[in-house]
Antibody
């Protein structure tokens, strides 16, 4: 059974940085298109970034230049490095597989709270 | 950005009834539309993709239809486990989601 387990979410001050991890089992991260999606009560679900098998990455306008998606093939883990965090980045962050640009496997999410 | 509008925000039904949920796009997304179900504390679950194709393992009571700007998710006979929040998502132009429709027990 495919499992995606996110970690790394916590309280961080505005302007701070944070790295989220997504450890995969029964799924090889490097063989798949992988993505991060975030969810807030106010804005709902928002696609954040995608990483192709080739290593090419794309980002939502709202995070481009501040967030970086990457992977460690030896650890079968996807990452989201976040910097310049603001209160609007407060959300539950999910990693998901994204074949055909639909999300078919999701984790349970990790909560990032940006607050002073 | 393509805006997806799901209305109403909440629908109330009894188990066994037929439910129809709506998703309208601000411009054509062709058939590049998916539906997801989300329960508390869980990530969304893919139900339907490309407007009408059921994802692996999804029961036949779930069906999708539509093209262009108007889409429908139908649950033919509601089971107790179907009461949840449903989201639509388009992939025609970047990726955006609707705000969701909560399906609650009447």
């Amino acid at each position: 059974e495919v499992q995606l387990v996110e970690s790394g979410g916590r309280l961080v001050r505005p302007g701070g940085s944070l790295r989220l991890s997504c450890e995969a089992s029964e799924l090889t991260v490097s063989d798949n298109y992988m993505s991060w999606v975030r969810q807030t009560p106010g804005k709902g679900l928002e696609w954040v970034a995608v990483l192709y098998r080739s290593g090419t990455a794309y980002y939502a306008d709202s995070v481009r230049g501040r967030f970086t998606i990457s992977r460690d093939d030896s650890k079968n883990t996807l990452y989201l490095q976040m910097s310049g965090l603001t209160v609007v980045d407060t959300a539950v962050y999910y990693c998901a597989r994204i074949p055909l640009y639909y999300f078919d496997y999701w984790g349970h999410g990790t909560l990032v709270t940006v607050s002073s | 950005e393509i805006v997806l509008t799901q209305s109403p925000a909440t629908l109330s039904f009894s188990p066994g009834e037929r439910a129809t949920l709506s998703c309208r796009a601000s411009q054509s997304v062709y058939t590049y539309l998916a539906w997801y179900q989300q329960k508390p504390g869980q990530g969304p679950r893919l139900l339907i993709y490309d407007a009408s194709k059921r994802a692996t393992g999804i029961p036949a009571r779930f069906s999708g239809s539509g093209s262009g700007t108007d889409f429908t998710l139908t649950i033919s006979s509601l089971e107790p486990e179907d009461f949840a929040i449903y989201y639509c998502q388009q992939r025609a132009n970047t990726i955006t989601f609707g705000q969701g429709t909560r399906l609650e027990i009447k």
